[in-house]
């Protein structure tokens, strides 16, 4: 099993940063992959921005140039650095691990941009 614990989330007006932490219960490298994901009231569940256990990224294609996914090995921990945050980008923000071939989630923080 995998525990995620997420982070970093809160009030940010448009324009501004956030950061959000997402801290894993097992060393990352033995995960297969970790990602952001994002859900906005009455949409579905979105995929932000994945990273491998090999260190490559992906990112939805609206997203890039704004987002960046990061890890850190030491603290077992993936990052997401958000800038030029919009208001669409409101939303709760899950973080995902994969591991042995089974989705795990995090409960969620919460990011509101505000205009």
């Known amino acids: 099993q995998v525990q995620l614990v997420e982070s970093g989330g809160g009030l940010v007006q448009a324009g501004g940063s956030l950061r959000l932490s997402c801290a894993a219960s097992?060393?990352?490298?033995?995960?297969?992959?970790m990602g952001w994901f994002r859900q906005a009231p009455g949409k579905q569940r979105e995929l932000v921005a994945r990273?491998?256990?090999?260190?490559?990224?992906n990112y939805a294609d609206a997203l890039k140039g704004r987002f960046t996914i990061s890890r850190d090995i030491a603290k077992n921990t993936i990052n997401l650095q958000m800038n030029s945050l919009k208001p669409d980008d409101t939303a709760v923000y899950y973080c995902?691990?994969?591991?042995?071939?089974?989705?795990?989630w995090g409960t969620g923080t919460l990011v509101t941009v505000s205009s």
């Open positions: 097992r060393n990352i490298f033995s995960i297969n992959a």
């Open positions: 995902k691990a994969v591991y042995y071939g089974i989705d795990y």
């Open positions: 990273i491998s256990n090999g260190g490559s990224t």
